[in-house]
């Protein structure tokens, strides 16, 4: 069998959505069989996933904490979508001085990333799934 190169396109927003922790599954899942996993991007409620400022209760899996465990160790990039993680709070360097904002949010590890980086990636992958809210 062919190795596959997947690309993942997560919209579900924590803690209302099982789209993260479905998605984390499927990327497990295809490493573990020998495929490749290139890029996951956080779009939609998925971009809250990337703010730094949200507290995870101790009785509920650190999501972002295991993707970023899992991209360090699969070379994966973890992108979000800058306009989806506007809305949500979630800002970068970048954003916090263009908008004048006091601080920036977004988790290390992560990436803000223009929407032309989810057509790249379709584009790169042999498959593209999708995550829906």
Request: charged share 20%; aromatic share 6%; with cysteine.
């Amino acid at each position: 069998m062919t190795p596959l190169t997947y690309a993942l396109q997560v919209q579900g927003t924590l803690p209302d959505s099982t789209a993260a922790l479905t998605a984390l599954r499927f990327a497990r899942a295809a490493l573990d069989a020998g495929h490749r996993v290139s890029r996951v991007f956080f779009y939609n409620g998925g971009a809250a996933i990337a703010n730094d400022l949200a507290v995870v209760e101790q009785d509920e899996p650190d999501l972002a904490a295991q993707w970023l465990q899992l991209a360090h160790v699969h070379d994966i990039e973890l992108t979000v979508c800058v306009a989806a993680g506007q809305r949500r709070g979630v800002l970068g360097e970048a954003e916090r001085d263009r908008y004048e904002k006091s601080a920036h949010s977004l988790r290390a590890g992560f990436a803000i990333v223009g929407l032309g980086e989810l057509i790249d990636a379709g584009i790169h992958a042999d498959r593209l799934i999708t995550f829906p809210a």
